[in-house]
């Protein structure tokens, strides 16, 4: 799981992924404690990514896992907001620091109208319940500008690098801090 029995000196906030599957099990929070123990992980650096759809199951055992994980100081960020089982009753009931726009939104946002205000309402949700914010699927300089001028400020995806193996990651991340 993870990122069991390797090393990387992280010196960036790095997002991992996790799936229902994943977070389902009953040693999730259990397995994540021993190896953010075992491998010293800074995890002040660490965000961890679920979709709308975990919080939509056993929401008092998700509640409860959230909040041994933001205990443990990770991050936690709502993947693909907007898309899923979107309910604003979860940025209430959980503990959630950051909302993630889709990509789906910010691909069109410069040429359709209803993108361009679902993203802005997004960034206005965000601000006003005082979550961070991040912008996915970004490709061009137009959309890093257009985002910016909405105050979107974080911003991952093509534009600034492509997907890696776990190594090259590793490696990158120490020629680049």
Do not use: H, W
């Not at 123990?37 to 990514?49: C, R, W």
């Not at 409860?64 to 994980?69: C, F, I, Q």
């Amino acid at each position: 799981m993870l990122l069991a029995g390797r090393k990387c000196s992280l010196k960036r906030r790095v997002s991992i992924n996790i799936s229902p599957k994943q977070f389902a099990q009953d040693d999730f929070f259990d397995t994540v404690n021993k190896l953010v123990k075992e491998l010293s992980i800074d995890t002040g650096l660490i965000e961890f990514e679920i979709t709308e759809g975990v919080l939509a199951k056993d929401v008092e055992r998700t509640r409860d896992v959230l909040d041994a994980l933001q205990q443990l100081g990770i991050k936690i960020s709502i993947d693909d907001f907007g898309t899923g089982y979107s309910s604003l009753l979860y940025l209430k009931r959980f503990p959630i620091d950051i909302l993630k726009i889709d990509k789906s939104f910010v691909d069109d946002m410069l040429n359709d109208e209803s993108d361009e205000a679902i993203v802005d309402t997004i960034i206005g949700l965000a601000n006003s319940l005082k979550m961070q914010l991040v912008a996915e699927g970004v490709e061009t300089l137009e959309q890093v500008n257009a985002l910016s001028a909405k105050g979107c400020f974080v911003m991952q995806g093509y534009y600034y690098c492509k997907p890696m193996p776990y190594q090259q990651m590793c490696d990158y991340l120490q020629e680049n801090t």
